[in-house]
């Protein structure tokens, strides 16, 4: 048994790093966490053992404060990778969240204490019965659904992994009562090493958080290369190389990447130097029960619309955001922040997770809250989606129509709301408003017809709303040409959409 004591305060190290001899074998780890609770969001636990490989990394946050690395996932906490305990040098390291140090700590200071033995505990947050990484692999082709249809789920949420108040297995509750089909955990700076058994598809995923924004990858298994660079120099100037590079791998890899809430509060989007023509996704709807939410995400879909107009081809995407447990609500919230609220709605051939990254990749998506859609078009005879590229070969195909068929329900579950939803067909910027015909008490449909005007860069979308309660649907657009745009950098749109 050893015990290690780290101290942490403003201006401190960020990254301290101690280590323990392992002479004999060890059935399983047992590191037991000291730390005042006021303070536990303020740090990561980071361990590698002596072949220099990760075995637990999480925040310490709300979880359990014994942590354990056994054999297989039921025997290993989440964010451990199970597996043989060999011997030699392991590292320990606590990490300072920046982000929340400068905001929580003050002139304060503390102490954390780690002590390690081969003590035997009951694990009371495994991995699960799914191993993503370590004895399994994480199948990407398992076939969850054959359907070629609309599947539901939520690409940002948190658990107990980082900052958030459930557990895997609670999460996964509330998305089956969300009626959810897939899920995405995306913690801040650390990866599930694998999940409870669920009906859900989960895909693996990891929230990169920075001074300069926030934004998620999707399908990433392995932790990407810089990212305990970025825990370590997270609020330096050299931040913005490693997020440069952590973009660069994610594209290399063919993960796929998001910013998120990019107008939001003191998480807004900062990293200026993004170059445009490799953003391909932005979140345009975060937890709308959040206060500073609404006009975020009423920037965030201005935003993208004049990212459209440039010629810019980026596809919004929904995240709940989910922290909270289902009793607690933001301060004026009349509702709880779930996850599945907004939805993502992803059209997909057969529900596997890398038919997941492809049709996210097309920008087959809606983003929805308090409804459902379907959305198609059909031009010259063939169906497309939102997100496809309509092909025009000479103006003369300009007096072909191309329609569009919306249909609407209403959740079941919408909190004694009274919705009346209101269609609008965007045209390159142009809002029109579209009459809906009511089906019955819950489901509205619209046939729309609508002409393409030029054989050069042109787009079209719908977005729901309803005067009583805001945002319903967002559906990304259809289009058609192209465009080049003089603009280079994420900093130099802002800008220019700003009018400065």
Known sequence: METLTYHIQKDGSIWQEKTVEVNSHMENMNIKINIPKEYALLCYIIVKDSNGRFRMCRQIGYGPRTLIIGRDGMHTTAGGTAGEIPT?????????????????????????????????????????????IGNE?????????????????????????????????NAMKKAEKMGMDFYVPTEHNVLHTGWPDTKIMVLPGVEITTSLGHFNIFGCVGTPGRLTHILKHDGE??????????????DEKEWLWSINHPFLHIWKWTYDNLKLKNLRFMEIINDPTYEYAKLANENAISFIDFLWQQGFRVFGLGGSDSHNLIDERYEGADEPSVPGDPATLVYMDGMTPSNLLKAVSKGHVIVTRYITMETYFIYENNEYLPGDRIEIS??????????????????????????????????????????????????????????????????KRFEVTSKDYGFLGYVNPVFHGRKKSKLKTFGEAVKVWKGE
């Open 88 to 132: 030699g040098r392991w590292k320990f390291i606590i990490c300072a969240f920046r982000e929340y140090v400068m905001q929580r700590l003050g002139e304060n200071s503390f102490d954390v204490k780690l002590t390690v033995s081969d003590d035997i505990s009951s694990v009371k947050e495994p991995v699960g019965e799914q191993c993503w």
């Open 137 to 169: 692999e994480f199948d990407f082709d398992r076939n969850y659904n054959r359907d070629s249809r609309w599947y539901k789920g939520d690409f940002h949420t948190h658990t107990r992994l980082s900052d958030g108040k459930e557990t895997t297995r």
């Open 237 to 250: 100037e050299r931040v913005s190389q490693e997020v440069e590079y952590t973009i660069r791998e994610a």
């Open 394 to 459: 000479s103006e003369s195909e300009f007096e072909n129509n191309l329609v569009a068929s919306v249909t609407i329900k209403i959740n079941e579950e919408t909190y004694g709301k009274d919705i009346v939803p209101e269609l609008f067909l965007i045209e390159n910027g142009i809002k029109k408003e579209i009459g809906l015909e009511k089906r019955d008490e819950r489901t509205y449909m619209a046939d729309v017809i609508t002409n393409w005007h030029t054989m050069e860069w042109e787009w």
